[in-house]
Each structure stands twice: as C-alpha cells, then as structure tokens.
C-alpha cells in the first residue's frame, strides 16, 4: 500500500499548522477549505486520489482525545455523530477577506522561526480581549497582523526564546488590543 500523497485539506480554525508540523507538509501542499458543519477535522488525499477524513461531532474534544489516545482510543465525553441527522456535509474556498487570520497564518507559516509563535501569542490576547467584550471581532485579526509587523521574528532554539518571544507578542498584542479598545 502507498502511503499519502503530499497533500491535504484543513478546516480554516485548524489551518494548515498541524499539516506542516505534525506530517512535514510544505505550505504549498496544503489546501485549506471551510467546513461550516465542522464534522470533518481532517483529510488526507492518497496518491491514488482516494481521502480519508477523520469525522466527529463538532467538538473539539474528540480530535484532542484521539490526539491523547494514540495510538489507542479513548472514551471522549461528546455527542456521537449522527450522520443520517446531519444530512449533508458542505465544503467552500475560504475568502481571504472574509477570513484575514488565514492569510496571517500562511504568513506565519512561510516565515517560520518565531512568526507561529507571536500570531499566536497575538491571537490569545486578541481574543480574550474580544470574549471580554473590549475589542469587536473584526479587531482579532487586526490586533495580531500589528503584533505580527512589530515583533522581530528569530530563530527560537531554546524554551527560553519561545518564552520571550511570548511574552513580547503578548505586550505587544495587549498594547495594540487598548488602542482598539480605546478608539470603540
């Protein structure tokens, strides 16, 4: 049996990360689609045009527990798909306007070094800011792509880097996230 061909298609909210760093996927070879359903957490297109997806309910808690489990399974506390209920399942190109954090992440992604590091550093900050209610949604994306311009990326060879790399997106997200807040 052959093994996968390079190639694989992510949901926008995972990426193309986990395709790049877990199977060593170069950018280039990773489609990304919108999944509105968020029943397919993964697929994997074969040489022989044939793709396996790993499906579950949309909860993030199965793809964490089959993540944990490996290379055995584990009882994951979510509702069990119900593929007859769900009744179809629906695939689209994402729109990079509509979805700017996915051209900030390709960016992060090409860049490499610490530029994963502080999109996603940028990204927590940005979004505890957004589920506190100080900054609007459409400023996430805006408050990470500041982080992003503003941090110098490097190379991280120690937890030590990763850890100060970190920390200054944080400040620097969390300095951009009050001058959004300020302007609402």
């Known amino acids: 049996m052959q093994g996968p061909k390079r190639s694989a298609r992510y949901q926008v909210r995972s990426v193309c990360f986990e395709a790049h760093y877990l199977f060593g996927m170069p950018d280039e070879q990773i489609d990304v689609l919108v999944h509105p359903q968020s029943v397919i957490h993964s697929m994997v297109e074969y040489c022989d045009g044939s793709v396996l997806a790993q499906l579950g309910s949309p909860d993030m808690r199965t793809p964490i527990a089959y993540a944990l489990g490996w290379p055995k399974r584990l009882d994951a506390p979510t509702t069990r798909l119900n593929l007859a209920a769900l009744g179809s399942l629906t695939f689209e190109q994402p729109d990079e306007i509509r979805f700017p954090a996915l051209r900030?992440?390709?960016?992060?992604?090409?860049?490499?070094?610490?530029?994963?590091?502080?999109?996603?550093?940028?990204?927590?900050?940005?979004?505890?800011?957004?589920?506190?209610?100080?900054?609007?949604?459409?400023?996430?994306?805006?408050?990470?792509?500041?982080?992003?311009?503003?941090?110098?990326?490097?190379?991280?060879?120690?937890?030590?880097?990763?850890?100060e790399i970190d920390a200054e997106a944080r400040r620097v997200a969390q300095a951009a996230s009050n001058l959004s807040a300020a302007a609402e």
Request: hydrophobic share 50%; charged share 20%.
């Open 104 to 163: 900030l992440a390709r960016r992060a992604l090409q860049s490499g070094g610490s530029a994963p590091t502080i999109l996603n550093a940028a990204n927590e900050i940005a979004v505890a800011r957004f589920l506190a209610g100080e900054v609007g949604f459409l400023d996430i994306a805006a408050i990470v792509e500041h982080t992003m311009d503003r941090v110098a990326h490097q190379s991280l060879n120690t937890l030590e880097d990763v850890m």
